[in-house]
């Protein structure tokens, strides 16, 4: 059974960072896509970053997060991070994790409308 398990959200000042963790079970990361989206209130689901299965391949969906969001895993934890850098009020959002099978290890992320399976979600305050 897949599971995915946010953590690591809170309130963070302006120019502060955050590193989220995505802690996963019940499936292999290396024949697994993670993606990181966030959802602002009254707005759209957003994609973020994603890992690809290899953990060679990595997609940034939106621009406003290059240069300071950085994605990475960690295969004996079984755990995906999202470290967040240079926060900005407009960051504040429910950041959620997903999967997306891609049945053997690939280099490329899959789109960021193709992920099936999703954890419960972290807040992310940014505020003074």
């Known amino acids: 059974q897949f599971q995915l398990v946010e953590s690591g959200g809170g309130l963070v000042q302006p120019g502060g960072s955050l590193r989220l963790s995505c802690e996963t079970s019940g499936f292999s990361l290396e024949y697994n896509g993670i993606g990181w989206f966030r959802q602002a209130p009254g707005k759209e689901r957003e994609g973020l970053m994603c890992i690809s299965s290899s953990g060679i391949g990595r997609t940034t969906y939106a621009d406003s997060v290059k240069g300071r969001f950085t994605i990475s895993r960690d295969i004996a934890k079984k755990t995906v991070y999202l470290q967040m850098d240079n926060l900005k009020p407009e960051d504040t959002a429910v950041y959620y994790c997903?999967?997306?099978?891609?049945?053997?290890?690939?280099?490329?992320?899959?789109?960021?409308?193709?992920?099936?399976?999703w954890g419960q979600g972290t807040q992310v305050t940014v505020s003074s």
């Open positions: 997903a999967a997306r099978t891609t049945g053997q290890r690939v280099n490329f992320c899959p789109r960021s409308d193709q992920f099936v399976y």
